[in-house]
C-alpha cells in the first residue's frame, strides 16, 4: 500500500537513474537488474515508461530483458513504440519481432499471443500477398513447395520481392509455424481476408484503451493539454475538491511508483521548495499522479524516441519547468501562497500557465518576424542579441531561452525555467515593439 511518505520520498529525491539518464545509466541499470536474485520480478515490476527506455537504449542486452518480461508487459512497450499518433510503423513492429525472435522461442510464441491479431495482419498485410492455395488440378505451374510460403493451403507473394524485410517476415511464419500452427493459420487468414484499415483502426483502439489504464494518453487527447490559455491574474482559485488522475494498472499491481515524474524538478527552484511544505495525504497523492499524467502527456506529444535518452530527458524536464514558471507566476512568488497554491489547483492548470507565458512571447516574436519581414520602410535587422532571442523562440516548436540576455559570454540555449527568463524576455520583446526603427506600434495600431 502506498503512503504519504512513499509519494514524500518520491517527490523530494530525484531518483539516479532518471536525474543522469544516458546510454551508460541505462546500461548500468540493466546490469543491476540483472544481478539480482529476483531479476524477473523487478523487471516485470517496471513501469511501462522504464521497461521501454531499457530495451530500446541498449539494443544488446534487449533479448534477455525481453526474457524477463512478461507477455502483457511487452505488448505495452509495442504500444508505446509502435505507432505514430494514429497510424501504425510497420517497420518498427518488424524490429521488435526480431528482437523477440531472438529471446527465444518461448518469449517469441507468448509475447505473440498476446499481441493484438489486428497489428500483426497491418504489418503482414502490408508487405505480402496471401491467396489460397489452387487444387492439383487448377495449380499449372506448382512450383517449388515451401512449408510457409506455398503448402497445400496457401500461397504468399511479397509486395516488393526486393524488400530486406521479406527474409524477416518469413523466418518469424517460419519459427511461428513450428511452434504454434494454430497461430500461424489464423495470421494467414486474417492477411487474406480482411481489409487493412478496418484492422489498423481496431488495433488502434485496443492499444489505446490499453494504454488510457497506464495513464498514456493518445496523440490527440495530450495535444488538448498543450494548448495557450488567458493566463489568470495573480490570485489562487476558489477552493474546489480537486480528483486524482488515478494510479496506472502496473503501478496498483506493483506498489511501486514511477520514479521518472518527480525526477527533474529545477534544483533551487520555487517547485522544489515548495515540496519540502507540509501536504495533506491526499493532496501528496493528488500530485504525484499528476505529475505522471502530466509527463505522459508530454512524451506521447513529442512523440519521443525511448532509444534517444537526451530527448526523454529534455521532455521530462520540459515538464517540470513550465510546473515551476507555473508556480512562480500563479503565486506571485510568495512561499506563504504555496501550500494554498498547490493544494487548490491542478497540476495541470500550474503547468497550463507556465506553458502560455512562453508559448506568448513564441507568439510576439512571430508577429515580429512577419512584420519585419513584409513591411515596407522598415529597418530589416535586428540587433545581434535580439536577433539571437528571437531566434530562440522561433527557430524550434518549444520556445528557447537565449542564456546570452543573463551572461553575455553564453551563446546557447536551454528551456525556460523560470518566470525570470519570462521577464527577461518579455522587456527585450517590449523595446523592440517600442522601437521606432520598426514601426510595429503604428502597424498593430
Known amino acids: 500500500m502506498t503512503d504519504a511518505l512513499d509519494y514524500q520520498a518520491a517527490m523530494l529525491i530525484p531518483h539516479p537513474f532518471w536525474l ?18 529476483d531479476s524477473a520480478a523487478l523487471v516485470q515490476a517496471l513501469s511501462p515508461i522504464e521497461y521501454t527506455v531499457l530495451l530500446k537504449a541498449a539494443p544488446d542486452l534487449c533479448p534477455v530483458l525481453l526474457q524477463l518480461g512478461n507477455p502483457e508487459q511487452i ?14 510503423q510497420g517497420a518498427r513492429v518488424l524490429e521488435w519481432l526480431d528482437a523477440l525472435l531472438q529471446s527465444g522461442d518461448e518469449t517469441f510464441v507468448q509475447t505473440l499471443y498476446a499481441l493484438d491479431p489486428e497489428m500483426l495482419s497491418v504489418v503482414l498485410h502490408r508487405i505480402m500477398h496471401v491467396h489460397a492455395a489452387p487444387t ?8 517449388p513447395y515451401d512449408e510457409v510460403l506455398a503448402n497445400e493451403l496457401y500461397r504468399v507473394t511479397f509486395t516488393d520481392p526486393d524488400s530486406p524485410a521479406n527474409e524477416q517476415v518469413a523466418e518469424v511464419l517460419r519459427r511461428l509455424l513450428l511452434a504454434e500452427r494454430d497461430l500461424y493459420y489464423s495470421l494467414m487468414q486474417d492477411v487474406m481476408g480482411t481489409q487493412e484499415s478496418e484492422m489498423e483502426e481496431l488495433a488502434y483502439r485496443w492499444k489505446t484503451g490499453r494504454l488510457q489504464d497506464e495513464g498514456i494518453p493518445d496523440y490527440y487527447e495530450a495535444l488538448d493539454t498543450y494548448h495557450v490559455i488567458e493566463v489568470e491574474p495573480l490570485r489562487l482559485p476558489d477552493p474546489v475538491h480537486l480528483e486524482s488522475p488515478g494510479v496506472p494498472v502496473s503501478a496498483e499491481e506493483s506498489g511501486v511508483i514511477p ?44 512523440q519521443v524516441d525511448f532509444a534517444d535518452t537526451d530527448a526523454v530527458r529534455l521532455t521530462l524536464g520540459r515538464v517540470h519547468a513550465h510546473v515551476n514558471i507555473g508556480v512562480e507566476y500563479c503565486s506571485g512568488q510568495q512561499p506563504q501562497l504555496l501550500v494554498p497554491l498547490l493544494t487548490e489547483r491542478s497540476l495541470l492548470s500550474v503547468a497550463q500557465t507556465g506553458f502560455s507565458l512562453s508559448m506568448r512571447l513564441k507568439q510576439r516574436a512571430m508577429r515580429l518576424q512577419t512584420h519585419l519581414n513584409s513591411a515596407p520602410g522598415v529597418r530589416r535587422a535586428l540587433p545581434s542579441v535580439a536577433r539571437y532571442v528571437v531566434d530562440g523562440l522561433l527557430h524550434t516548436w518549444y520556445p528557447q531561452f537565449f542564456l546570452g540576455l543573463e551572461s553575455p559570454e553564453e551563446m546557447v540555449y ?20 517600442h522601437d521606432p526603427a520598426y514601426h510595429l506600434l503604428r502597424a498593430a495600431a
Open 20 to 37: 543522469n539518464l544516458s546510454p551508460s545509466t541505462v546500461k548500468h541499470r540493466i546490469e543491476q537488474l540483472l544481478a539480482a536474485p
Open 75 to 88: 505488448r505495452t512497450v509495442l504500444d508505446l513504440d509502435c505507432w505514430h499518433k494514429d497510424t501504425l
Open 136 to 143: 492439383i488440378e487448377e495449380d499449372l505451374d506448382p512450383g
Open 259 to 302: 520514479r521518472y515524474a518527480w525526477s527533474f524538478t529545477p534544483a533551487g527552484s520555487l517547485l522544489a521548495q515548495a515540496l519540502h511544505h507540509q501536504f495533506a495525504p491526499a493532496t501528496l497523492e493528488r500530485l504525484c499522479w499528476e505529475m505522471v499524467a502530466l509527463c505522459n502527456k508530454a512524451m506521447v506529444l513529442d
Open 414 to 433: 536551454r528551456d525556460f525555467l523560470h518566470l525570470r527568463d519570462i521577464q527577461l524576455v518579455d522587456t527585450m520583446l517590449s523595446a523592440l515593439e
